[in-house]
């Protein structure tokens, strides 16, 4: 099952040489392993385990949550405005499950 990922900047359209918030959600149950299911039976580990951000091509940033993170986590990475661009999140579980989102940056 794919991971949906919705990417947003706080403020929208910095100016350049402002800094910004670029944050992702991801919609994943991220199941630890250790929580049991209705008849005891205990529910497989199955999470985000690599979240990669690239902009313009380029890796930026690289995060690995692990299995105590929250169901549709949310990531948030402060960057400065120096010019506008694509920003690109890879998401991968342990399952093998991908996901990718692609906003871009506008300057005020």
Known sequence: MAIRMLIRFTPAK???GEEFKLQVVAQHPMEPGTRR???GNLIPANYINLLEVYFEGQKVAEIRPGP???ANPLFA???KADKPGTF???AKDTNGDT???QNKLELA
């Open 14 to 16: 910095p100016k350049v």
């Open 88 to 90: 690109t999140v890879k």
């Open 68 to 70: 105590s993170t929250s």
């Open 37 to 39: 299911d209705d008849k």
């Open 99 to 101: 996901g990718e989102a």
């Open 77 to 79: 990475l402060k960057f």
